[in-house]
């Protein structure tokens, strides 16, 4: 700290220069995780064979999370570094406690998708009974209830006894204190994806012990052995969300090991902790965006919607660069 007891943080991180630039970076970064995950809503709503498909009415729940994120990123990120208490009161009931909520519906809807997977790879017969659109979206909305309620109750309260200045950006693990933070990543976090892993080493198991693998009383009747075998597509679901969970992991687990580390405000924290949160901040972003690309590139269905959405667009505007220069030929064409 100074004389005057304003703490020094990283001269060059609260500088003006830093701060633009690192508003350009993670609000880019933003606007493309809004713009991937409108395309993945576009794609099922006009796309029949998307909306029949129960588990994709989580990926519908999936993508409006990760799109929230990335509209509150920009408001969240600009509060951070307000020194008006009433300022960042608001912004902690308004914008962090949805903010904060976004990530954790996330990781609630992607273990919903993973029961929904285990049902489908090792309860194939039982699986079209027990679940359908209907239940998919009461889950999906339980969900979203249930994060939401939570997190605006710990911001808000917490958000109110935070004492903010110029100099001291608050982040998540600055605003609540030490012991609700952890439990919060315990029961909140980790405990979700810990499920995720285990069901999905569950389903490749079963998957792994039914390749190949034809029973005697399957050999006298192929229809019962195929009606007890997950189908292609439920393999390629499931081979998709998989990997969805695995890069999540990827993106998270270095935030989750990095942050506790220091505390931001903490005038003991190494000048090289601020710029490396950055990268560690982007990494952790950057899971908002990579869902749709994972679809893409592992659903047939999903390519061709996202490529028949990218083909109308470039339709249109050759369309309206045409009549464009129909109309100013027509227009040449009166004057001569």
Known sequence: MDGNGTMLVAPFYTSKTYRYGRYVVFFSEAAFIVVVNIMTLIAVKQTKKLREIPANTYIVSLACADGMIGVLLPPTTLTSFTSNQHVWLTSACFFRGPYYSMFCISLGTLLAIAVDRYMAVVHPLTYRMRMSIKIARIVSILIWTVQLTLWETFTCYYGSRISVGKSNPVAAHDMFPKKAYFILIQIVILLPVVG???????????????????????????????DNQPSAKAKVFTKMMALVLGYLVIAWLPYYIFVPMHKVNDPTTPTWFFYAFDIVALLFYSNSFMNPLIYSWQNRDFRDAYGKILKCRRSATVASGSTTNSHTRSTTKSSL
Do not use: D
């Open 196 to 226: 995720n892993v285990i069901l999905y080493i569950f389903i490749y198991i079963r998957l792994r012990t039914r390749k190949g693998v034809i029973s005697s009383s399957a050999r006298n009747n192929a229809e019962t052995a195929n």
